[in-house]
Nanobody, 117 residues
Framework: QVRLAESGGGLVQPGGSLTLSCVASGNSIRPYTMGWYRQAPGKERELVAVMMRAGSTHYADSVEGRFTISRDNAKNTIWLQMNDLQPEDTAMYYC???????????WGQGTQVTVAS
């Protein structure tokens, strides 16, 4: 079975940094677009950043220039480096393996990021 496990969340002050990691087991992430999503209370889950197999990336406008997604296929791991964190970044952050045709998406259980003084 495919399992995605996020870690690295926590409490950080505004302007601080955190690095989230997501380790996949049960599959190789090599063929897949991998992404980070987040969901704040009372809001819908939104895309934060994705990285395609070939390395191209897309970021939400709200995090462009502050967040960086990276991956190491050999380690079955993706990261989200978050800099200059702001209170509006507070959310549960989820790792996602985007599906290929005829396949299913896989989600991690999430890691909480709280930005507050």
């Amino acid at each position: 079975q495919v399992r995605l496990a996020e870690s690295g969340g926590g409490l950080v002050q505004p302007g601080g940094s955190l690095t989230l990691s997501c380790v996949a087991s049960g599959n190789s992430i090599r063929p897949y677009t991998m992404g980070w999503y987040r969901q704040a209370p009372g809001k819908e889950r939104e895309l934060v950043a994705v990285m395609m197999r070939a390395g191209s990336t897309h970021y939400a406008d709200s995090v462009e220039g502050r967040f960086t997604i990276s991956r190491d296929n050999a380690k079955n791991t993706i990261w989200l480096q978050m800099n200059d964190l702001q209170p509006e970044d507070t959310a549960m952050y989820y790792c996602k393996q985007e599906p290929l045709a005829t396949q299913e998406a896989y989600w991690g259980q999430g890691t909480q990021v709280t930005v507050a003084s």
